[in-house]
């Protein structure tokens, strides 16, 4: 179980990354099962950028 003192935020987490393509909701789940309670999405260009955005609004 996690408790406050184990909660995480995530600085700088590149998620719009082609790597991440195929398995987001799974990645950022078991971020979430580890403790990570935010995540601080980065944009290298308006595109990712933009992308950042989108995936803030739907989690």
Partial sequence: ????MEKYIDIGV????????????????RA????VERFIVTGTDIVHSEQAIAL????
């Fill in 14 to 29: 590149n998620l719009t990354g082609s790597s991440f393509k195929k398995d987001l909701p799974q990645v950022i789940e």
């Fill in 1 to 4: 179980m996690i408790t406050d």
């Fill in 56 to 59: 803030a609004e739907q989690y």
């Fill in 32 to 35: 979430q099962q580890a403790g």
